[in-house]
């Protein structure tokens, strides 16, 4: 047997006493699973949660900390895939809510605080209009029909690897789910090659400036300022989705990079933990929206407006992630990841941390990582059994490797996630190679 294949059978091994273990200490989240298949396909209702053998119930959260059906504690690095920046039930946010509810919920009627939601939105990502929907998917959805409505055209230029919400998805370059656009798939962070897709014939260009659910993989600064060059060349639309980035920087990822789109969607953390979604930009196209001009372009959803999503994310927006907290926030992000790093090099291994500021995701390979063809390289038994490793020692992170850091993650949290990682790092050095 060669030593390639007695490694493939020591990792084999390694992840199925890891699972075993798993099972053992989680009784009630396997029976909950078990219910749960009697009345959802597979027990499941939002795929990403689903991991075999099953995934683990939450019981109960409080700030940075969840407990399991079976009474044990996480560090939540989750972060509810970006959206739980400020933890579970932050205090102001939640007194802001309980407020909001004895005056009623949804009133079928413009209320006072959206106009104030939307006017602190557009001023803290430098957009003209803004209108808001249920979730980063349908602004998404939304956005992107919008840009196809105003050029006239088409086709949309989309990157293999992305995604954009439930309803497109294009790891392997699509999804059969898919909203049926005309789609051009692009290779992300390749400036050549993406440069020859982008004709006159594109309606827009859509992509995150930093993969996140791929494994936080960032564009480069010259990519960025390619798609904007090239896209005003031939007279279409860019659009950055920053659902997930806009948590990144005060303004936004783009505020770093120096790139101004046409239209930009948000979504996660700014509803301040209830259903959001947004896009905005320039006014000329945003303004197809107007319902006072004759040929007003139709919006429904019955909650774009509701009261809890606007006081909540009102609130957080201005009175909790304030450009100095987004700051700092990010800046332990980044020590975070640095340090993790550190650790990866100092034990040799093939094992890195990417992203940027408050997102990090692992990647069990040597080498860059710029695109999804590269993260595609990872060893992914071994990532499974970094996953469920982390999952022994009290760390809540997604199956995928995907970690985010929240307002309430302190220096005694980060410690515990270099201490577990550190630990992985040496338990499983015979299987690093």
Known sequence: MSETSLRNTDINAA?????????????????????????????????????????????????????????????????????????????????????????????????????????????????????????????NLLAMSLGRIFTRRKKVLVFNGGYHGAVFGFAGGGSPINVPFDYVVAPYNDIEKTRALITDELALVILEPMIGSGGCIAASTEFLHTLRQETTRVGALLILDEVMTSRLAPGGLQSVVGVKPDLTTFGKYIGGGMSFGAFGGRAEIMDLFDPRRKDALPHAGTFNNNILTMTAGFTGLTDVYTPQAALALNARGDALRDRLNTLCRAADAPVQFTGIGSMLAIHTMRGPVNSPEDAAKSDQKLKELFFFDMLAHGIWLARRGMMTVSLPIGDAECDALAAAVEEFLSARRSLLV
């Open 15 to 139: 992840l199925e006493e890891a699972k075993e273990a798993y099972v053992t200490s989680a009784p009630r989240s396997l029976a909950r699973y078990v219910e749960a298949t009697t009345v959802m396909p597979g027990g499941n209702t939002r795929t990403v949660l689903h991991y075999a053998p099953f995934p683990l119930a939450m019981e109960r959260a409080r700030g940075c900390r969840m407990w399991d059906a079976d009474g044990r504690e996480y560090i939540d690095f989750l972060g509810e895939y970006t959206a739980g920046l400020y933890g579970h039930s932050h205090p102001v946010i939640r007194a802001a809510v309980d407020k909001a509810l004895d005056n009623g919920i949804s009133f079928g009627a413009s209320n006072m605080t959206e106009a104030r939601f939307a006017r602190a939105v557009c001023e803290r990502f430098g957009l003209e209009r803004v209108r808001f929907t249920n979730s980063g998917t349908e602004a």
